[in-house]
Structures are given as C-alpha cells and as structure tokens.
C-alpha cells in the first residue's frame, strides 16, 4: 500500500503521480516536484531510523524499536524483515558495503552487523563494551568505519569482520556521526565536544573546534561541493542542552561556516546529498534544502511526520550515485516515504 501527495502552500494533496525510481547521470540535476509518496510499515512502532539504497535499487531500512532490517522494492512490493539475532540491540544506522552486504551498527549491544542480501545476518562484538556504535561509513580503503558514542573511539571493521579501534584526542567527545570525504578520510562529528574531526586511513585524527560550544554536531555528509556538511541538534538530546538549529559547512582545511534554520522549533536530524545536488535535512515534519551557497528553504511533509534518516542514495563521496528520489524514514507515523525529483 502507499499514499501520494503534493506539497501545495504547506498541504498535501492528492495525487496520481506514477514512475519507477531510476539511477541519475553523475552530472544530472534534477528539481523536486513537491510529490510525496509514503509507504506504511506493517509493525506497530517499530521505528524506522535509516535508509540505503542497494545497487539494484532495493530499499533496505533499520527499525530500532523493532529490532529488525527491512527490504523493499522502489515501489513498496516484496517487503521482508529479517530480525536481529541479538534482543533489544536497537540497529540503528545502515551503509552498503564494499562487498555487496549492507552493514548495520547495534546501538544498544554494542556489536557492528552484516546482512546479505538473501537476509543472512552476522554480528561481530566491539571489544570496547557499553560503546553504542552510530553512524557508520564506507571508506575509502573498502572498510567500515563507525562511531562509537559512549566509548569516544572510531572504530574500522573489514569485511571479514576484523574490528580496530583510534581513540579520539579530546576525552568523551561522543562521536555521534561519520561519513567519507573527498579526500578519501572519514569527518565525523563530536557531539559532546562540539567539534568536527577528521580521520584517515592510518588512523591519524584531527579535530576542528566549532564556534559555539554549544552548537551539538550530529550528522554528517560530503557535499557536491567537496565541503562536508553537518546539522547541529538543538533542544535536550542525550542529556545535554545544545544550541544549534543550524547547518554547518567545513572544507577540507577545516574552515568552518554555519547556517541559521529558519524554522525556530524542533531539532534537525539528518542530512544528505539529494537528487539536485543540494545538501537536505530533516527536520519534524520538513525537510530542509540547503544550497552551496548556504540558502536554507524548508518544504512540509504530511502532518505528524518525525523525518529521521534520509537519503538518495549516496553511499561514497563525493555524490555519484544517486537516484531521483530522496528516501527518508518516519519514526512517528512508522512509514518510509520519498521527495520524487524530475
């Protein structure tokens, strides 16, 4: 089943709008069309965080309350579940692998996990314990890379499950989000901190301060630009009062410039690169859009909406494969929907 609608001066309305999802030219831009599809998850609240885009177009998906990973096809058919073999784990984020598999971070049971795309699922324990993995990232160097919250660490794992740990210069930084830049390391962000760090291969970590020490850095994505791009959280989030409610750029010699949300309530939550090539973000019931410029137009999705994880299919940067549509997860109304592009 699935619901269609147009964004009009803040409604939706019906729509018949039809098509299958397709891969984009690395160098096509497209523009959102204001239609807004939704796909209602069959579990009662079983929170859907996080999306990735396997290469055939498969849409597979994190519920942390549910305990699960979900696929579907582009146009909502052929949905299975497959359960996390650990109880009450919380999966949390999803990335594509190098080898084919999606990879899965398990907030809660501190374990780093891989299912096939027949559902086989394998967890590998973190040795640090109580660490509450996060976001994860494919790196340039064909591993997993992770964050690790509560442990302050990054953690790398090989496809064969081989998992080593970098402690981060600054003590309980709270790595809480991680993605691959252009220049082939991996930028994170330092809740706790409030800093954006970078590290390579090696392991060799840098870290910039943001202006504010306030400011609550939480995800994190490369840009088209070649600038990383980041949400700094706003409100009371994991016991700490933060400030932000803007979206933060850095380049790679660590320049830092910041951008006021609009919207003055709530906190956004993820960003992505979409099927333009501007930077989006959720925030409640909206999604934001940010040109390179830093210009920030909020667009509203149905009512009720708690837009959480997003993307276009984006999974090595800088953008280069993305789908004209951009997939994002509805942790209230228990729903993954999209933004169609044309």
Same mark, same amino acid.
């Given at each position: 089943m699935r619901r269609e609608g147009v964004i009009v001066a803040g409604l939706i309305v019906a729509s018949c709008a039809s098509g299958q999802q397709r891969w984009l030219a690395p160098d096509e831009r497209l523009t959102a069309t204001g239609t807004v599809v939704e796909f209602p998850l069959p579990h009662a609240a079983s929170g859907p965080t996080t999306i990735a885009l396997a290469p055939d177009g498969t849409v597979w998906f994190t519920e942390s309350n549910g305990n699960r990973i979900g696929r579907m096809n582009p146009d909502g058919s052929g949905l299975t579940e497959y359960d996390v073999p650990t109880a009450e784990s919380a999966p949390r984020i999803i990335a594509l692998g190098a080898d084919g598999n999606m990879w899965f971070s398990e907030h809660l049971s501190s374990q780093m996990a891989r299912i096939t795309p027949s559902g086989e699922?394998?967890?590998?324990?973190?040795?640090?314990?109580?660490?509450?993995?996060?976001a994860i990232a494919l790196g340039a160097d064909g591993n997993i890379w992770f964050g690790m919250f509560a442990a302050g660490k990054i953690g790398r794992i090989t496809p064969a499950g081989t998992i080593t740990e970098f402690a981060i210069p600054t003590q309980g930084s709270g790595p809480r989000a991680l993605a691959a830049g252009p220049d082939g390391n991996i930028w994170f962000s330092e809740f706790h901190a409030s800093k954006i760090g970078r590290i390579t291969m090696a392991g060799v970590? =840098?870290?910039?301060? #943001?202006p504010r020490l306030s400011s609550g850095p939480g995800d994190i994505t490369a840009g088209a630009d070649g600038n990383m791009?980041?949400?700094?959280l706003n409100g009371t989030i994991d016991g700490r009062v933060v400030a932000g409610n803007r979206v933060g750029r850095i380049t790679m010699r660590g320049e830092i410039a910041e951008f006021a949300i609009p919207s003055a309530a709530g906190s956004p939550t993820n960003i992505a690169v979409g099927p333009d090539r501007n930077v989006?973000?959720?925030?409640?019931?909206?999604?934001?859009?940010?040109?390179?410029?830093? =210009?920030?137009?909020? #667009?509203?999705?149905p009512a009720n909406t708690r837009g959480v994880g997003l993307t276009a299919g984006s999974d090595r940067e800088p953008p280069r494969r993305l789908a004209d549509r951009l997939w994002y997860a509805d942790g209230n109304g228990n729903k993954l929907g999209f933004l169609r592009f044309e």
């Open positions: 699922i394998t967890e590998f324990r973190i040795p640090s314990p109580d660490s509450q993995p996060r970590v =840098t870290e910039f301060a #943001l791009w980041f949400v700094e989006w973000y959720t925030k409640g019931a909206s999604l934001g859009r940010v040109t390179p410029d830093g =210009t920030i137009t909020e #667009l509203p999705l």
